[in-house]
């Protein structure tokens, strides 16, 4: 039987990481993730977890052992933040390329400098080009959730990729709300213990790890891994369709549209700042304006055609950025306009970027968004990025 | 230790004959090197002794067992990074300059 319980969202990753019952757990602490594996390092030390908790040096090791683990097979988890994240940025593709299932949490948090502890989501979309799957969740729910799903993800030998799994920091890793834990049975006959790929290193069959290949080979090897990539898309939506079968929770696959179907005015949102714009839609809504959010779950593999369909019938669309490419633009503007381009949909885009450094954005700024939106015309030259809660004149 | 066979080398003319991932056994994936290798490794096949520890512990996958049951090193690949030699354990792999 599954039991409710009032967890922050780290401690409801902890909770999916012990029901997913990995080998090895390798992490070091950063805020605004330290609960969660400190929570994990517990389970271990109390028993509930029978798992090897590897207690290293830097983010870097911990990524490191993550691979060296995985690569033998074992089930394997870390977690991170910020810094911490772009510290062991080196081997991340290593584990891609390595095609190896590892999950890790990522905490969204600033990046220096200015030196800031807050949340916001510029330290993964530095990793975008990694070769991991990026997941955004939107509460602590969601986040237990996910955290199972992404094992099955990441396992599955269509797919045979690392997920990475992205909370925003503080607002998502600190706040508590309900969650529904699930039943230790039920997530064992749903998440059955990793069997390991024949790419894996054994005693009866040893094959070199990581071998080199120059440029006769090299980049056949990236193709494959780039097309293969793609199939975390399907087996996403398959995986959210079986785990609402077992345990009757739905998030909609690789996006969600909220009222979308007859919108005008769509805002695309990623984590936590779709549950405020949840609700201005359904005050928008009850005043007869036809406002709409796509909450972008999945940014890689970039859901190109789910996007696209999900769209198709606004008049202007806002992406909320929680970051800044410098010296461009949102990220996500830019690979959402690549999407709809690429369909020859030519729609009013606009750039809306917040939260930096974990300023708030609040229901004014998201019906501010709305507004722009709704009167915003292809006539007028517009900036298409601006701006939200910001304290001084730009 | 069991006999480990050489496998036929895939032809890879597809993407799908690729290893997945970045792990394959010896002689899958064959670059000629540069020609950066200084010192190359040399196994006295009368006194190999066959214990496989060169084909484990080679990091490119350079030395395989040949159909005579002697050990082969595969010179296009091998970087002549030395550690075969240094871990033979009946010291019958000299390194050897490459002549210029």
Known sequence: ?394 | MKDFKRVPVPTLERLDQYPLGSSCKSFHITDMNAGWRVFKPVIDKDKCVACYRCYLVCPDGAIHQSEDGKFEIDYDYCKGCGICANECKVKVIEMVKEAK
């Open chain 1, 1 to 394: 039987m599954s039991r409710n319980a009032f967890l922050n969202g780290n401690e409801a990753v902890a909770y999916g990481v012990k029901l997913s019952r990995p080998n090895v757990v390798a992490a070091y602490p950063i805020t605004p993730q330290t609960k969660a594996v400190e929570k994990i390092s517990s389970f271990v030390q109390n028993g509930e977890l029978d798992c090897e908790y590897m207690h290293v040096e830097s983010e870097h090791s911990a990524m490191a052992c993550s691979i060296g683990a995985s690569s033998v097979g074992a089930r394997t988890f870390t977690a991170t933040s910020s810094q911490g994240l772009l510290y062991m940025a080196e081997c991340l593709p290593y584990a891609s390329g390595a095609r190896l299932p590892i999950v890790m949490m990522n905490a969204n948090r600033s990046l220096a400098t200015p030196w800031n502890i807050y949340g916001d989501q510029m330290d993964t979309m530095f990793l975008l080009n990694s070769g991991w799957v990026q997941i955004f969740v939107e509460d602590a729910q969601e986040a237990l959730d996910v955290t199972i799903q992404s094992f099955k993800l990441a396992e599955d030998v269509r797919v045979m990729a690392p997920v990475m799994v992205n909370l925003d920091g503080f607002v998502l890793t600190h706040t508590y709300e309900k969650v529904s834990i699930p039943s230790q049975e039920a997530v064992d006959q749903y998440l059955p213990p990793f069997k390991p790929s024949a790419h894996m290193m054994n005693d009866e069959e040893p094959m070199s790890m990581c071998i080199t290949a120059g440029n006769q080979h090299n980049m056949e090897f990236k193709i494959k891994q780039h097309q293969e990539l793609f199939n975390a898309l399907h087996v996403f939506e398959e995986i959210d369709h079986s785990f609402n079968e077992k345990f009757g929770r739905s998030y909609g696959g690789v996006l969600e549209g909220y009222q979308n179907e007859d919108a005008d005015y769509l805002l695309v949102t990623t984590g936590s700042v779709t549950g405020t714009a949840r609700v201005v839609v359904d005050e928008l809504r009850s005043k007869g304006v036809k406002a709409g959010i796509i909450k972008l779950r999945v940014v890689r593999p970039f859901p190109k055609e789910a996007m696209v369909r999900s769209v198709a019938g606004a008049k202007a669309i806002g992406i909320i950025d929680k970051n800044i490419s410098f010296g461009y633009e949102g990220t996500i503007y830019t690979n959402v306009n690549s999407a709809l381009l690429q369909r020859g949909l030519n729609l009013i885009t606009l750039n809306f970027i917040g939260g930096i450094g974990g300023r708030d954005i609040t229901k004014q700024n998201i019906e501010e968004m709305f507004e722009k939106l709704s009167t915003v015309s292809t006539s007028e030259a517009v900036d298409a990025v601006s701006y939200y809660n910001v304290r001084c004149s730009l």
